[in-house]
């Protein structure tokens, strides 16, 4: 169980928000489930490649603050998605 859910996801993000040396900072680990994106691609319709591209930004969107636990959240993150996903020639995940 994790954040109070308990089931397999595709994605988990741990934020550490450290500085490290030459003043970089440090966000912190994502930690992803092959067999989930695998699964998920299939279900959603999508490209491999693609779906693997989308987690892995929506993960990292969540280390640097973003979340998504209601509309208004879940909308901006959406559209930031939607602008990197085009940036690298994939599919707008969300319509």
């Known amino acids: 169980m994790y954040r109070g859910i308990n089931k397999p996801t595709n994605i988990l993000s741990f934020s550490i928000n450290k500085f490290i040396a030459s003043n970089q900072k440090l966000l912190g680990d994502l930690v992803l489930c092959k067999n989930i994106i695998e699964k998920e691609s299939i279900k959603y319709n999508k490209i491999l490649q693609s779906y693997w591209a989308h987690v892995t930004i ?11 636990k209601n509309d208004k959240e879940a909308k901006v993150m959406e559209q930031i998605e939607n602008k990197i996903m085009i940036s690298l020639n994939y599919q707008k995940p969300y319509m």
């Open 58 to 68: 929506h993960g990292i969107l969540h280390l640097l603050g973003y979340d998504h």
